[in-house]
C-alpha cells in the first residue's frame, strides 16, 4: 500500500514557475515508477509525466515537454514535477501516481493515486 500526498499547488501567473512535490508512505517508493497526471475542468484526465523507478528514464506528454521536468529523490520517498512558463492552459488538478509497471503513461498503469493538488494559471 503507497499513500501519496501532494503539495506545492497555487494560483500563478502565466510565465512564472511552480513546483510539486509528491510524498509516498511506505519503504517501497523506490520499486514504482511514478507519474503526474492533472485534469482540468470539463476534461478527462490526462498524462503529463513519468519517471521510472531509478529515475534515468524520463517521458512527458507533448503539450509540456521543454516546459516540465520530473524527478524523484527515492531517498526522501518524494517526486517532483518543475514547471517553468506555465500558461493558461495548464491549469488543472494536478495528481501524483504510483504504479508497477516499468513507466506509467496512463491511468490505467497507475495503482495508486494522490488527492490532486490546485495549480491556477492566470494571465
Known amino acids: 500500500q503507497v499513500q501519496l500526498v501532494e503539495s506545492g499547488g497555487g494560483l500563478v501567473q502565466a510565465g512564472d514557475s511552480l513546483r510539486l512535490s509528491c510524498a509516498a508512505s511506505g519503504r517501497t517508493f523506490s520499486s514504482y515508477a511514478m507519474g503526474w497526471f492533472r485534469q482540468a475542468p470539463g476534461k478527462e484526465r490526462e498524462f503529463v509525466a513519468a519517471?521510472?523507478?531509478?529515475?534515468?528514464?524520463?517521458y512527458y506528454a507533448g503539450s509540456v515537454k521543454g516546459r516540465f521536468a520530473i524527478s524523484r529523490d527515492n531517498a526522501k520517498n518524494t517526486v517532483y514535477l518543475q514547471m517553468n512558463s506555465l500558461k493558461r492552459e495548464d491549469t488543472a488538478v494536478y495528481y501524483c501516481?504510483?504504479?508497477?509497471?516499468?513507466?506509467?503513461?496512463?491511468?490505467?498503469?497507475?495503482?495508486?493515486w494522490g488527492q490532486g493538488t490546485q495549480v491556477t494559471v492566470s494571465s
Open positions: 519517471i521510472n523507478r531509478g529515475g534515468g528514464n524520463t
Open positions: 501516481a504510483a504504479g508497477s509497471r516499468y513507466i506509467i503513461t496512463s491511468a490505467d498503469d497507475t495503482d495508486y
